[in-house]
């Protein structure tokens, strides 16, 4: 069983950068697709981003087009989500996840498996 552990939340200024990273334990990521999700408090979770199977297509969430970058590492096993021009809005806690699902339903958190515990990003000024 393939578990994720997510790193690199933490506090930033509106305008900054943080590089949050998904890495599989216990295994490898394989041909799944990557997805990275966030949930504010008293929100549902929300799909971010994600990086079809091997592809290496991206996919992003509109709110987030432009401002962040997913990236996938084979060799480690891992999966970066660059964040940069951080508005408030993008404070939550972020969540990686994989999945086998067919392309039309990445977006969807509950074709996911494989969650973290998440990391918290805060945003303010």
């Known amino acids: 069983q393939v578990h994720v552990v997510e790193s690199g939340g933490g506090l930033a200024q509106i305008g900054g950068s943080l590089t949050l990273s998904c890495a599989a334990s216990?295994?490898?990521?394989?041909?799944?697709?990557v997805g990275w999700f966030r949930q504010a408090p008293g929100k549902e979770r929300e799909f971010v981003a994600a990086?079809?199977?091997?592809?290496?297509?991206?996919y992003y969430a509109d709110s987030v087009k432009g401002r962040f970058t997913i990236s996938r590492d084979n060799t480690k096993n891992t999966v970066a989500l660059q964040m940069n021009s951080l508005k408030p809005e993008d404070t939550a806690v972020y969540y990686c996840?994989?999945?086998?699902?067919?392309?039309?339903?990445?977006?969807?958190?509950?074709?996911?498996?494989?969650w973290g515990q998440g990391t918290q990003v805060a945003v303010s000024s």
């Open positions: 990086v079809f199977r091997t592809s290496g297509y991206t």
């Open positions: 996840a994989t999945t086998s699902a067919v392309l039309s339903a990445i977006r969807d958190a509950a074709m996911y498996n494989n």
């Open positions: 216990g295994g490898t990521f394989g041909s799944r697709t």
